[in-house]
């Protein structure tokens, strides 16, 4: 398992090392969802053999910055595919990870354990003492990529409403980070009342 871990690691590091416009989605986020998912795989007591498959689906969640911005999950999963089947990753394994990657699209419901892992660690980070450094990134990200100026109120109503909307759908996560995403929704709901 380390091998392919090690050998992905790297591989995605090149990929999103030279997008210099992503202040968000780079190879930074991609460790902490990693982390974030072996962590909660831990917690959700699952079985072993699932580990490097989640592992990888977390490497290679946002690679596909290097194709295009938008309506890019399938973009992802294919670039994962190419990869592994290059390093004659097991087929059948292969389709697990697309899946688990193609979960992360926001409209998807989550089948499995596995997705639901994924897409509470994608967010994670929405949840801690870093938010808004992290969603100030992203704001910043997307205006420039998309080269549009987003106003603050603007910024802040699309994150109060994201954050109302969002639920956690691993056990774990609803038990450590419900109560920061509540102070977060607060904290929100001051500065959209003084914009």
């Not at 592994?84 to 990657?101: A, D, F, H, Q, W």
């Not at 967010?123 to 992203?138: I, P, V």
């Not at 100026?149 to 802040?156: A, L, V, Y």
């Not at 109060?160 to 109560?179: G, P």
Request: with cysteine.
């Amino acid at each position: 398992m380390l091998d392919i871990i090690t050998n992905s690691k790297k591989y995605v590091n090149m990929l999103l090392w030279p997008l210099d416009t992503h202040y968000y989605h780079e190879y930074e986020h991609a460790l902490e969802v990693y982390d974030r998912c072996m962590y909660l795989w831990e917690k959700e007591w699952l079985w072993e053999n699932d580990l490097e498959m989640l592992g990888l689906a977390a490497l290679f969640h946002d690679v596909w910055f290097i194709i295009q911005y938008d309506d890019n999950e399938y973009i992802w999963a294919m670039i994962a595919k190419n990869y592994l089947k290059s390093m004659l990753y097991p087929t059948e394994k292969i389709g697990i990870i697309e899946r688990i990657i193609i979960s992360t699209k926001p409209d998807l419901k989550s089948t499995n354990i596995l997705e639901k892992i994924i897409r509470d660690a994608d967010t994670d980070n929405l949840w801690r003492d870093d938010f808004f450094e992290k969603w100030k990134r992203l704001k910043k990200e997307i205006e420039t990529i998309k080269k549009i100026k987003i106003k603050d109120p603007d910024w802040n109503h699309h994150s109060l409403d994201f954050l109302s909307k969002h639920k956690f759908l691993t056990d774990t996560n609803i038990k450590e980070r419900q109560q920061k995403k509540e102070e977060n929704i607060q904290k929100l709901k001051k500065l959209k009342l003084k914009n």
